[in-house]
């Protein structure tokens, strides 16, 4: 009897150890309360959750396309996983991941732009590149409804490239994903052979 009361207490001392634990991990693995919104990102594709930060670690679940995932901190640039706190914990690959779409449905256009204004909508899915052509270095994927902002050069005309067919326009990544991009991207804004009536960016109302 003695015996089984001794186990009994050293299996609560455990218990209680690994519990006094978990917060201080918590700690150093949570992105701060206030990045909450920055720390949302969405799987591109049907993606696994590892264990470890490797491909021959063990994988935990298979999350499909569209997944709305919690990051634990934001990665740095070069970072090929990221440790994830929701739907589950683990480790994914940054390359399944897109940024988490925003929702502004009550966006319309505007029939008449206030000058200077440099908001902008997505209208489809749009990728952003590092240089104004499509062989540029790839940032990251924009789901419709996203807000960005865009660059003006003098007289506040919206900056823009003309390359392969298409113009290109820059975004401003520090103002339109503070705390997570920096720097400027560009925007494949109007496929002048295929779609030349057409664009990927609305003004914001």
Known sequence: ????????????????????GVPVFAQITQAPSNSSQSSCRATKVSTPI???????????????????????????SGDRFVRIKSPTSGFIQTAALKFCQ????????????????VCRRI????????????????ITTLDPNTIVFVNLVTGN?????????????????????????????????TDLVNAPGLSSLAYCS
């Open 123 to 138: 209208v489809r899915t749009e990728t952003i590149r590092r240089q104004p052509s499509i062989k540029g270095d790839f």
């Open 50 to 76: 590892f264990k470890e930060p490797s491909t021959s670690s063990n994988a935990i679940r298979i999350l499909p396309a569209q997944t709305k995932i919690v990051l634990a901190y934001i990665p740095v």
């Open 157 to 189: 005309i919206v900056k823009s490239y003309k390359s392969e067919n298409y113009i290109w326009v820059e975004i401003d990544l520090s103002r339109s994903f503070p705390g997570e991009l920096s720097g400027n991207g560009w925007i494949a804004n």
């Open 1 to 20: 009897m003695e015996f089984h009361k001794l186990l009994y207490i050293v299996t609560l001392v455990k218990i209680a150890t690994f519990a006094l």
């Open 102 to 117: 925003t929702n502004n449905k009550a966006q319309n256009l505007l029939n008449k732009p206030v000058i200077g204004s």
